[in-house]
């Protein structure tokens, strides 16, 4: 799970973790996997408690869909939409009800970073994506060559989106924008969604019954929101179409294009593992923390094996998702165009990390903690709650433990007599709640 749905109306997001929509559902609505055949809306009330998500708010606007649309036609012509596609397209339309839950979810989060890494670097996925690296091997070049983009990164993409193409998701992208636009919290983002896939249609980049995806309106075998296709499709073949779901050349063009434009830096890995002592300041183990290579090196931090770091002035920050238990990461610029893709750093690794392996990488070095028991969704809030009836600033407690969640965690480690390396575990959750 990007682009971007993936900005702001995240549905399985909570550290947003986006488990590509073969396995895991995606982090951001580019989607989960469609529902069984045959389910329909619960007719309940969505989680979030927002006015426009009450089953009366969802019935009432479901009756005034063709309304809503008719609505749209002034922005649309505006865009370029002709009235002859614009009716044809809405014409049949229907609200497909069933994402009214899917939208408005409040799943419980129960994996650990370590075991997503197992879910989504897999053998099967190097093995395929080695394959496959091979069989297109002169449209990478071409795409390496125009773009400065890591080839492997690309096929990491490709693979953790959509198992390369396999599970790409089979709703009709215009009606789920279309119900999204006109039903439900996010009305005006998907307004824009719904008509920038009408103008796909309209210039005839994708046919309308190959326009099919995640059930927020994610398509493509790399998974583009409609606006996104908009802002970063390119055609790389020639044949003058924009096609990310039926040319592999459009669409590794287009996916490097989106990494380019995200700042990419060519000829930059994404980042190293790296050993982190234990009597490390783990307040420096934060995004905004970003320097060379060579300062991290003098405040003890190594790479794994011993080995010398290639560009030393590069600037980087630090990343220790298990804290002092797990291994440590440093992370460079591209690691940070790589999240422009999806904003979760456990999808950004899972990237960084697969397209190591299918360049002949092997696993990384340190162990994880696997015997630590990863906090549900509501334990995340919860340990927010109590840091915040402390006196510490979380920001809003949401159970996505962000920067402010783990700098608070630190200062009541370091409290405790503790590592204070910011790791959210259990046992630190119950010295909060006393026990």
Known sequence: MPILVRSSCSILMAAVFIAGASLLAHAQPTGTLPPPAGREWSGESGASGHPLMSAEAIRAAAANFRGCLEGLWPAAARRGVSRATFDAQIAALAPDLRIMDLLDSQPEFTKSFWDYLDVLVTDARIQKGRELLEKHRATFDAVERAYGVDRHVLAAIWGVETNYGAIAG??????????????????????????????????????????????????????????????????????????????????????ANKLKKGGWLAGQGWGYEVVVPAT????????????????????????????????????????????????????????????????????????????????????????????????????????????????????????????????????????????????????????LRGR
Not at 196 to 210: K, Q, W
Not at 377 to 385: P, V, W
């Open 280 to 431: 490390f300041n783990f307040k420096l183990a934060d995004r905004a923390s970003n320097q060379a290579i060579h300062e991290w090196e003098r405040l003890g931090l190594q790479r794994v094996g011993g080995h010398p770091f290639p560009r030393p002035r590069d600037q980087a920050y630090l990343l220790v998702p298990a804290g002092v238990q797990g291994p440590g990461f440093l992370m460079l610029q591209n690691f940070r165009a790589i999240m422009k893709y999806n904003p979760a750093e456990t999808y950004a690794l899972a990237i960084g990390h697969l397209a190591d392996r299918l360049r002949g990488g092997g696993p990384f070095v340190q162990d994880w903690p696997r015997y630590e028991r990863a906090l549900s969704r509501a334990e995340r809030l919860e340990l927010q709650q109590l840091l915040e009836r402390r006196g510490y600033d979380v920001g809003e407690p949401d159970g996505q433990l962000g920067g402010k969640t783990r700098a608070a965690i630190r200062d009541f480690q370091a409290k405790l007599g503790r590592v204070p390396d910011g790791f959210a575990s259990a046992s630190i959750l119950d010295q």
């Open 170 to 255: 089979d709703r009709p992208v215009l009606r789920s924008t279309a119900t999204l636009a006109c039903i439900g919290r996010r009305q005006n983002y998907f307004r824009d969604e719904f008509i920038s896939a009408l103008e796909i249609v309209h210039r005839r980049d994708i046919r309308a019954d190959h326009l099919v995806g995640s059930w927020a309106g994610a398509f493509g075998q790399t998974q583009f929101m409609p606006s996104a296709f908009h802002r970063f499709a390119v055609d790389f073949d020639g044949d003058g179409l924009r096609d990310v779901v039926g040319s592999v050349a459009d669409l590794m063009a287009s996916t």
